[in-house]
């Protein structure tokens, strides 16, 4: 059964699970208003990991176009939903 997945294809699925574990997290931290931190390095880096893992999937010409518009979707989101302190 080993035989069967390359070394490649499984660390393939480690990076995408590792990825979409901190995107979860992010998503959770947004959510809720009790654990509301900046999530702007977990999401990026989980965006990084998942399109690591999902390259061998897609292919590199498609995957990361899809992370660099996630990675801006991540920035313009933690900007709208920080508190803002201060005058300005």
């Known amino acids: 059964l080993a035989d069967r ?15 979409a574990i901190l995107l979860m997290e992010a998503l959770i931290r947004l959510l809720s208003p009790a654990r509301r931190k ?14 690591v893992g999902l390259q061998s999937l897609f292919g590199l010409s498609l995957v990361w176009p899809a992370l660099l518009i996630g990675a801006g979707l991540v920035v313009l989101i933690q900007g709208i939903t920080r508190r803002r302190t201060g005058p300005f």
């Open 5 to 19: 997945f390359a070394w490649w294809s499984t660390w393939a699925v480690i990076m995408s699970g590792v990825g």
């Open 38 to 51: 900046a999530i702007g390095g977990n999401a990026i880096l989980g965006l990084v990991f998942l399109g």
